[in-house]
């Protein structure tokens, strides 16, 4: 009967349909299996046998002989090779992963040697960033006026995050504002002569005053010799540094560090420990009441000696100093560029572009903001402050002719050529420049931040915050980067 019923089931295509198993363990040119199909039919079978033939036959769902036959080509894969194929596939998978990942180290690696290659030049003052090419000049409503000092502004700064300003003023009074809403964030007040010993603030007019590169502390100096020490974030009085025997006319805070440099009108420079509430040493050599002062991140620091018509290179560690000429007058006001170059206005209207290698001025414009008064005794206007932006070739200088001055320096420092002119009325006492160089600010006032020569009651005390627009891109250039 077996015998027969595979007969039955090799012709009959309606009942090869029905048994599964029985396909499905024949494989083409297997010429065994139907023997032993042959062989276990004339056994005698068992329950656990006929169990087994039942499930496999009648319970099995139904396969076509074709896709049957092509299953079994495509899955006909062994443990071994399974393990190999995925096994390759993780390779090629690995394989991709370290190529992106070098990819993207490259792209690193070069962000970081053009990093590294900027902080050498800048340590070598040869950094020079081409701005002043698309600086383009702000319409007057754009000019933001921050009002809240009741007497002209002497000095501000901006700190590092360029998102406060703190500014300061002949009522001897501190302001830190907000740049983006304008407003006011803290005031610290000043108090009236006489007062000091129960006064936490100044009670003389404020000079100079300076930031920290982190941002932590406030340092700010008066016309009673003293300077004082604020906690930047809170404006909390820290300490009170006294050694001064003049006004103290400058800070500066050495970039990346808390030694804190002030210059006064008693000719001297004076270094000091801010972590340590300490004084570290004095130096002299200017012949004059010291009118400004700035430094870097090198030890060293640049001062304008007023009357004696010089500037100086103060190298703090080897306790020598470096003399320049130049000027005609008073030197009134100093800023370094970078390490290298600086640049300095006089009360004989000029401003002067100096290097630390050369005992001359690079370049020298004259009569800078032009003149006043009569024809036959016209004077020019004097130059009360001036700012730069950091390793860059743009500088600026005011005065008292309603005007900030922009100002270009040439290839290697070796020029200074107008840019244009943004109308500020008022003493422009002084400047200071963003960061990033999105914007300029001026400390304004109604007089001289030294004396009261002149007074325009036109001005107004306040704040200027002044935008650093850039050109629109050129289309043309658009199209062929593009």
Not at 33 to 51: D, L
Not at 83 to 88: H, P, T, V
Not at 363 to 381: I, M, N, R, W, Y
């Amino acid at each position: 009967m077996s015998s027969s019923f595979f007969v039955k089931t090799k012709e009959n295509p309606k009942l090869s349909k029905k048994g599964k198993n029985t396909l499905v363990t024949k494989r083409k040119g297997d010429g065994d299996s139907a023997a032993k199909s042959k062989v276990r039919a004339n056994k005698p079978t068992s329950k656990y046998n006929e169990e087994i033939s039942s499930d496999s036959e009648t319970e099995g769902p139904i396969v076509p002989r074709k896709r049957q036959s092509n299953e079994d080509n495509e899955y006909a894969e062994t443990p071994q090779e399974k393990k190999l194929r995925l096994a390759k596939l993780y390779l090629e998978q690995l394989k991709d992963e370290e190529e992106r990942k070098a990819e993207e180290d490259d792209f690193e690696s070069d962000l970081i040697a053009g990093r590294l290659e900027e902080e050498v030049l800048e340590q070598k003052g040869k950094l020079q960033r081409l701005i002043a090419k698309d600086l383009i000049p702000p319409d007057a409503s754009e000019i933001r006026v921050l009002r809240g000092h009741k007497l002209p502004i002497t000095c501000l700064v901006i700190t590092p995050d360029d998102k406060c300003i703190f500014s300061a003023a002949k009522d001897c009074s501190i302001i830190k504002w907000d740049v983006e809403s304008g407003k006011k964030l803290h005031t610290i007040h000043g108090g009236r002569k006489g007062t000091e010993d129960r006064h936490v603030g100044h009670t003389a007019h404020i000079l100079c005053m300076a930031v920290s590169s982190d941002g932590k502390y406030l340092a700010t100096g008066d016309m009673n010799k003293l300077i004082m020490i604020w906690e930047a974030a809170t404006c909390k009085h820290l300490y009170k540094f006294t050694g001064h025997k003049g006004p103290v006319s400058g800070l500066s805070f050495r970039k990346g560090t808390h030694d804190l440099y002030s210059a006064s009108h008693d000719r001297s420079i004076k270094v000091w420990n801010v972590d340590e509430n300490a004084y570290v040493e004095t130096l002299f050599g200017h012949q004059d009441s010291i009118t400004g002062l700035d430094s870097l991140s090198r030890e060293r620091c640049v001062t304008a000696g007023g009357r004696d018509r010089t500037v100086r290179v103060w190298k703090i560690a080897e306790e020598s100093q470096l003399v320049f000429h130049g000027h005609e007058g008073s030197i009134d006001c100093i800023q370094l560029i970078n390490e290298e170059h600086m640049i300095t206005g006089a009360d004989d209207g000029s401003v002067s572009l100096w290097s630390v290698n050369k005992k001359k001025p690079l370049s020298t414009v004259k009569k800078a903001h032009g003149c006043h008064g009569d024809a036959e005794l016209q004077q020019p206007h004097w130059v009360a402050s001036v700012a730069a932006l950091h390793n860059s070739d743009t500088v600026a200088s005011g005065s008292h002719n309603s005007q900030v001055q922009l100002w270009k320096c040439g290839q290697n420092y070796r020029g200074l050529e107008p840019l244009f002119s943004i109308p500020v009325p008022g003493f422009v006492n002084s400047l200071k420049f963003s960061s990033a160089g999105q914007f300029l600010v001026a400390g304004v006032g109604q007089e001289h931040r030294l004396g009261r020569w002149w007074r325009l009651k036109e001005a107004k005390n306040g704040i200027y915050v002044i935008p650093l627009k850039r050109k629109p891109p050129n289309p043309e250039e658009a199209k062929m980067t593009e």
